[in-house]
């Protein structure tokens, strides 16, 4: 087999071949090897902002109620205390949501029981659900969700008394 120039799909190889060559020689853009200490323009790698972060903070029944991916695009929701970021699950916890109920809320009960009805939930004015008459087996399925979240959701706070934060 010969190398023909002349038929166009070796012709456009060759010219490909010697673009990339080319760019790799002669990067239009310098590339520095030191580490950046502050912010130049020319840096490719820097980005425009900061990522957003997570801070870890304490929420109350009545401060975690406003994040339902209604009212706040950000949907929270507590198990057990700790609070998870869940709006990347917006389509189980958004308003046409499957589980949108837990949305902003603490779902420990329906998360134990397998209920995501409406009196699962606590009044948000009322002292924490202790979650006492809980059977072993409850706690225990509780107990997976909270597997499972952590290993999907970040956690992002804890929830405390609505008189304690
Ligand atoms: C009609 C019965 C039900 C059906 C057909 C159903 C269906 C599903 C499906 C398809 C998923 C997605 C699984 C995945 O790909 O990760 C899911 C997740 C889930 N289900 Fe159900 N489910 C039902 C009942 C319930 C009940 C009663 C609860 C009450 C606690 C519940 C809580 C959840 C939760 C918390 C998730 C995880 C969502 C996430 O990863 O954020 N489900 N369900």
Excluded at 69 to 76: E, Q
Excluded at 130 to 138: N, V, Y
């Amino acid at each position: 087999m010969s190398w023909n120039l002349g038929t166009p799909v070796n012709t456009a190889l060759l010219l490909y071949i010697l673009y990339t060559v080319q760019r790799i020689l002669l990067p239009s853009q310098k590339i520095s090897s030191e580490v950046a200490t502050e912010f130049k323009s020319n840096y490719t790698w820097m980005p425009k902002s900061h990522p957003p972060t997570v801070l870890f903070k304490s929420y109350t029944p009545k401060t975690l109620q406003p994040f339902d991916g209604v009212k706040n695009k950000r949907i929270l929701l507590a198990i057990s205390g700790m609070v998870f970021d869940v709006t990347a699950g917006a389509n189980f916890y958004g308003p046409d949501g499957m589980y949108g109920n837990f949305a902003g809320r603490d779902a420990s009960r329906g998360m134990a029981k397998q209920s995501f009805s409406e009196d699962m939930l606590t009044a948000v004015d009322q002292p924490l659900d202790k979650l006492e008459d809980l059977t072993t087996a409850e706690i225990d399925n509780m107990k997976g969700w909270i597997d499972h979240f952590t290993n999907k959701y970040v956690v992002c706070g804890k929830l405390v008394e609505n008189d304690a934060a």
